[in-house]
């Protein structure tokens, strides 16, 4: 099974989960939703919410989703290939959510994911 992580605020979370489905603004005004791979989500998440607590890392399964993902590089360094879901990211494709914390080095991965270890998902 091949997964993708996105990055949401706790309360970005709880809507979705409640809606079952994540359309944020970069749908509207990039075309598609910005996700990573595992071993890029702790650089991505230093940069773009190094002031941000409480977030939530989403883990999606690529084949259950109802968007086509693409992966394109990054336009900074031009060898990075992020995916990119390009539509609404829904329930169905949710494998599991983890709180995703920061300590004095920055955002690291949760145990269980460094050491591959999911269990089902659950409603966080």
């Known amino acids: 099974m091949t997964y993708i992580v ?3 605020s706790r309360a970005d979370w709880e809507t979705f ?3 079952g489905e994540y359309r944020p603004r970069s749908i509207d005004e990039e075309g598609f939703v910005h996700c990573s791979k595992l071993g890029q989500v702790g650089l991505v998440a230093d940069y773009n919410h190094a002031d941000d607590d409480e977030l939530v890392l989403v883990l999606l399964d690529e084949s259950r989703l109802d968007a086509p993902v693409r992966y394109e590089t990054d336009g900074e360094d031009g060898k990075s290939a992020f995916p990119h879901v390009y539509g609404p ?3 169905d494709a949710v494998i599991e959510t983890v709180p995703f914390e920061q300590d004095e ?8 994911l460094l050491n591959n270890k999911l269990t089902t998902h659950n409603s966080e």
């Open 6 to 8: 996105h990055v949401l």
């Open 17 to 19: 989960r409640d809606q």
């Open 89 to 91: 990211l829904t329930m």
């Open 105 to 112: 080095t920055g955002f690291r991965l949760p145990e269980n």
